[in-house]
């Protein structure tokens, strides 16, 4: 499918980025993984998460570089347990510049944690050490269909 930013970028430049926060000792309040479903958002970083069995949830994250999403991380099969959600087997992708389906995977077997802070929520991408001070907080716009402009 493909994805723009166009209504995200809007919406950024209208209300800024989320808030930066330190990953160190901070502590889950997430009660379950419903906890994390959703959009989020932080600067050019768009994050849905939802669940697609019991017990099991995926994710999307997407950073947007000008109006076109760059890279594209797929977290499936993620796992609730001592407050986090975690996956194990993600994949990260280089976008082509129409925004088409990605052409590039890298990093197959990717693995990530979401942590769940009343500031929002945390990603740390585990194979990459990525995400590093990101906090992404609920109800910001996703990247829009290109069929939607």
Not at 35 to 48: E, H, I
Not at 105 to 111: G, I, S
Request: proline share 3%; glycine share 10%; aromatic share 10%.
């Amino acid at each position: 499918m493909k994805r723009t930013v166009i209504v995200a970028c809007a919406c950024l430049l209208l209300n800024g980025c989320g808030q930066t926060a330190d990953t160190g000792a901070v502590q889950s309040i997430a009660q379950s993984a419903e906890d994390f479903c959703g959009s989020w958002q932080c600067g050019t970083y768009f994050l849905t998460i939802e669940s697609f069995s019991p017990g099991s949830y995926a994710g999307v994250l997407i950073r947007a570089e000008g109006m076109k999403a760059a890279e594209m991380w797929e977290y499936e099969s993620m796992k609730f347990a001592d407050g986090r959600l975690i996956c194990t087997d993600g994949t990260r992708y280089d976008m082509d510049e129409d925004n088409t389906p990605p052409v590039t995977a890298y990093d197959l077997h990717q693995q990530a944690e979401f942590l769940l802070t009343p500031q929002g929520i945390l990603w740390h991408d585990l194979s990459l050490n990525k995400g590093a001070g990101l906090c992404f907080t609920e109800g910001q716009q996703e990247p829009a269909d290109e069929q939607a402009n």
